[in-house]
């Protein structure tokens, strides 16, 4: 699998939420769909919650514009894992990122890892949650990693996470 390719956003302007990943891995950047993985646990997630009213496939991925609700990354390209990220280009994200959120508006901005945006966006402090910062007019919002990997978030409390930007966004 090819480490240069990249994965098209989902993106519209004046999106409810953009849901923000660390970086496509190499079979979504194959396959062209984000969080394309089996076992991760974005999409489980985004149902339960309430955002979605079933659980969408990847490739489903341009349905999710009709819900008011989109998906890019911080850093573009793709990688086995995001340790091969580096904090530069973490950095680099961050402002492509702002300067991409300041185009299309998005009430919310939804970074999924909390040490992706703590470097990202230099908030090395940073909790999962609400952000006090914001981008112009867009909310941040800070959601875990939604991995397999990621063992420290189970599934309940993944989709608690999601379900409280949920209802943080529908006001």
Not at 55 to 83: D, S
Not at 143 to 161: M, V, Y
């Amino acid at each position: 699998m090819d480490h240069d390719r990249t994965l098209a956003d989902v993106i519209a302007p004046g999106l409810t939420v953009l849901f923000c990943g660390i970086n496509p891995g190499l079979l979504s950047a194959s396959l062209g769909f984000h969080f394309a993985r089996p076992g991760n646990r974005f999409w489980p997630a985004l149902h339960k919650s309430g955002f979605t009213p079933r659980q969408f496939q990847p490739e489903e991925q341009n349905e999710l514009l009709t819900l008011g609700l989109g998906i890019t990354n911080v850093v573009e390209r793709a990688t086995a894992g995001a340790a091969e990220l580096k904090p530069a280009e973490y950095r680099a994200g961050g402002e492509a990122l702002r300067a991409k959120v300041l185009e299309y508006r998005p009430r919310w901005l939804a970074v999924l890892g909390i040490g992706a945006y703590r470097v990202a966006f230099e908030a090395p402090k940073a909790v999962i949650g609400r952000q006090e910062a914001t981008i112009g007019d867009t909310g941040l919002w800070v959601l875990p990693n939604p991995s397999g990997l990621n063992a420290l978030w189970t599934p309940p409390k993944l989709t608690a996470a999601f379900a409280s930007l949920r209802e943080t966004a529908a006001h």
